[in-house]
């Protein structure tokens, strides 16, 4: 199923466009990290779910015991 560009997607291209064949490349480097930058971010935050419940579990326990404080963003 072919996708649509978005109007700033294809403008952003056509201005890469008009750069020279080294900046062309760069601005491709550079993009395709980012995606899979963004893909790895997205794995491992889908592979964290458990982990982040479990973390949350444990802390609404230790506030219920009375064993949290108040944050005092003043002493940071």
Do not use: C, I, Y
Not at 49 to 69: F, N, S
Request: proline residues 1%; charged residues 30%.
């Amino acid at each position: 199923m072919a996708m649509m560009m978005t109007h700033l997607l294809k403008k952003a291209f056509e201005e890469a466009s008009r750069l020279g064949e080294a900046e062309q490349d760069a601005v491709g480097e550079w993009l395709l990290a980012e995606l899979a930058s963004n893909r790895r971010w997205d794995d491992a935050f889908q592979r964290s779910h458990d982990l982040l419940a479990w973390l949350a579990d444990e802390a609404r326990q230790e506030h219920q015991a009375g064993q949290t404080r108040a944050l005092d963003p003043d002493a940071l």
